[in-house]
């Protein structure tokens, strides 16, 4: 499976100038290529390589190699342009945001990533260094530091191209690695089902309960925050602004990473697969009111259900998905269905038995029993495999069989006779 190492280069002031100006003359170079694309209608690599190729290595001194990943990245972004029309993400054709976004070229940012292979970037892992082009010239002995373990996965299974990154005036450098799998467990014990929320963030059937107060208090502060900065609008508001624009983003993704690793192991220590709620679409078919909007739009399941995904695949833990209608109304004890047994966002109680439980551990609970349904009667597999983003979504509930239920391991056979 392919990973992104992230590495963090220290150049000197003189390596990071030329690094700054290698990236602005690619990202303008790839712009220009971008208008030309956009005017010719050619937005394929070998046809628009003929109508730049030459332009962009005399007009920006870029090299041969750098030229090709120009153009090569021009093709991409019209590539992904058209993936995000299809999937809907740019709103229905016609719509005033998918009118913007194809009456016009895709331009890049002046400190965009900039792909590099192995012949513009090259690697020692035992000093510390790499030497990478730029168009001053090749710059060698630019530091960088990781971690042990992201230096053993560099060295070992590093493959591909590597984006050199300018964050915030930091430099990193995106290393492709294709790391191996894990075999997977063709025969699961059991399965953890996991319940995703916004007041908790992950809850398991095993009843261990992830609070998500922590990082909602700390997301509602850098929104009041964000709002009086904005308000402000002086030098030093603007400044402040900028300096926390990805903190809460970055404290989600730590917080994330934590919760699917432990998740991850849990499930490998105990020989059992993973059970997810496929949530895509979640935001088209919720209606909230104005107060809640903020919190629900800033909700990251989509991130913490590819995290599960991508470390359960690494280490070969089955993952499973299901369809989530009305498991915070179904009894994980009698099976029964009804909006009061919802009593509160907390609390659970079946109106048919009388039994009371936390509202999440039952939803999990739930999870959990669908995904048996779906390992016992083997349906086929129709979600991707992790840890590509799921794509589509209904726009209405409707109640749950085995039928309805999808699992993330291709090739599953049926086990119903």
């Not at 054709?93 to 009118?99: D, E, N, T, V, W």
């Not at 730029?134 to 971690?147: E, I, L, M, P």
């Not at 009698?334 to 659970?348: E, K, L, P, T, Y």
């Not at 589509?392 to 109640?399: A, D, E, L, Y």
Request: hydrophobic letters at 35%.
């Amino acid at each position: 499976m392919k990973l992104t190492v992230q590495v963090k280069l220290l150049p000197t002031p003189v390596q990071a100038a030329a690094l700054e100006a290698t990236l602005r003359a690619c990202n303008e170079a790839a712009s220009w290529a971008d208008g030309v694309a956009f005017e010719k209608d050619m937005k394929r690599n070998f046809a628009l390589r003929e109508h730049t190729y030459d332009q962009i290595k005399a007009r920006w001194n870029l090299g041969a190699q750098a030229a090709q990943h120009v153009i090569k990245k021009t093709c991409d972004a019209y590539a992904t342009l058209r993936a995000n029309l299809r999937a809907g993400n740019l709103g229905r054709p016609g719509s005033k945001r998918y009118r913007r976004a194809t009456e016009k070229p895709v331009t890049f940012r002046p400190e965009a990533a900039q792909p590099y292979d192995d012949r513009m970037l090259s690697w020692q892992i035992a000093q510390r260094r790499v030497s990478i082009w730029t168009v001053s010239g090749r710059v060698k002995d630019v530091a960088f530091t990781a971690s042990p373990e992201q230096l053993a996965t560099v060295e070992l299974y590093r493959k591909g191209e590597s984006d050199l990154v300018c964050r915030d005036g930091r430099w990193f450098l995106l290393a492709t690695c294709e790391v191996p799998e894990a075999e997977p467990n063709a025969e699961p014990v059991d399965f953890l089902g996991i319940d995703l929320g916004i007041v908790n963030i992950a809850t398991t059937s095993d009843g261990e309960i992830m609070a998500g107060r922590e990082l909602n208090r700390m997301r509602a502060r850098e929104r009041t925050l964000r709002t009086k900065l904005q308000r402000k609008s002086t030098p030093s508001a603007k400044r402040r602004l900028k300096k926390r624009r990805r903190k809460e983003v970055r404290r989600a993704r730590d917080i994330n990473h934590k919760i699917a690793k432990h998740v991850v192991a849990e499930a490998e220590r105990t020989g059992r697969g993973i059970a997810l709620e496929e949530l895509t679409g979640i935001r088209e078919r919720v209606r909230l009111r104005k107060p809640q909007r903020a919190t629900h739009s800033s909700w990251s399941f989509a991130q913490l259900g590819a995290f599960i995904a991508y470390k359960a695949r690494k280490a070969g833990v089955l993952v499973v998905y299901v369809d989530p209608a009305y498991t915070s109304r179904t009894c994980a004890q009698c099976g029964h269905i009804d909006r009061a047994n919802r009593v509160s966002q907390a609390w659970f109680a079946c109106r048919s038995c009388g039994f009371v439980d936390h509202a999440d551990r039952n939803g999990s609970r739930n999870i959990r029993a669908r995904a048996r349904e779906l390992w016992r009667c083997g349906a086929p597999s129709t979600a991707p495999a992790p840890p590509l983003k799921l794509k589509g979504g209904t726009g209405r509930k409707r109640h749950v069989t085995a039928s309805d239920t999808r699992c993330a391991s291709p090739g599953l056979q049926s086990r119903c006779s």
